[in-house]
């Protein structure tokens, strides 16, 4: 089955917890990135580790090894269990949030390609497939690959074959869950529940229609 990650993009802290509360019956996993964070603190951790799901730091970590693996000691020792960083940055940097992350017993995902138009701009051209063999070289567990160009997951599925790859994209950004969910591990949505008038009732929809 697909897993559900339910990207957690809100300012308020309650508003936060509560929507991931009630959507946590619907789904596996909770990405947090820089707008919760910055909003309301590492400390968020501490509220949303009571869901007993995986909790995935979105921060694209994307600085030199020393960087990278300060960065990657805090996500960890906050409590996240996985994160994801770039890999243009290079090996060394990339494999320096990895190592940190299998330390911690935790997981680290490898951005290859964006899903956002404006991607096309530099991942396309054979970097995206560069990126996705620099994952599999640095021990990553995956890859980030994006849900509104499935036939890039495709090719990239070739190049990381059983490795897991999470897929953000789907509703708001115009990916088709039912396409996508069969190519990957995982979708990434956001919009598509935070901003539904019943979260949770999206949530549990999105969670039937995915295989
Ligand atoms: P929406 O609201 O568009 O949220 O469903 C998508 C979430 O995923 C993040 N995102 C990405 N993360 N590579 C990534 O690592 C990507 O290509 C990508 N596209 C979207 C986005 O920040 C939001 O949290």
């Given amino acids: 089955m697909t897993e559900l990650i339910l990207a957690l993009d809100l300012l ?3 508003q936060a917890a509560r929507v991931a509360e009630s959507c946590a ?3 596996d ?3 947090v990135g820089y707008p919760l964070v910055l909003a309301t603190g590492l400390s968020i951790v501490d509220d949303l580790s009571g869901l007993g799901l995986p909790l995935i730091a979105d921060f694209k970590v994307a600085d030199i090894p020393n960087t990278n693996r300060l960065i990657s000691e ?3 020792s906050a409590g996240f269990d996985a994160i994801i960083a770039h890999g243009f940055v290079g090996a060394d940097a990339a494999r320096a949030c990895v190592e940190v992350a299998h330390n911690h017993g935790g997981a680290a995902y490898i951005v290859a390609e964006m ?3 404006g991607a096309t701009e530099f991942f396309h051209g054979g970097v995206a497939e560069r990126l996705a063999t620099l994952a599999v070289s640095c021990r990553a567990d995956g890859i980030i690959a994006p849900a509104t160009r499935p036939d890039r997951i495709s090719r990239l599925r070739e190049i990381v074959g059983e490795k897991t790859i999470y897929s953000p994209g789907v509703g708001a950004q115009g990916g088709d869950l039912d396409t996508v969910a069969r190519l990957v591990d995982g979708v990434i949505v956001g919009r598509s529940i935070y901003e539904a008038e019943d979260p949770a009732a999206e949530a549990e929809r ?3 229609i995915r295989r």
């Fill in 12 to 14: 308020d802290r309650k």
């Fill in 25 to 27: 019956p619907f789904i």
């Fill in 29 to 31: 996993a909770v990405k």
């Fill in 74 to 76: 805090a996500v960890f």
């Fill in 115 to 117: 899903s956002h138009p």
């Fill in 206 to 208: 999105l969670s039937r």
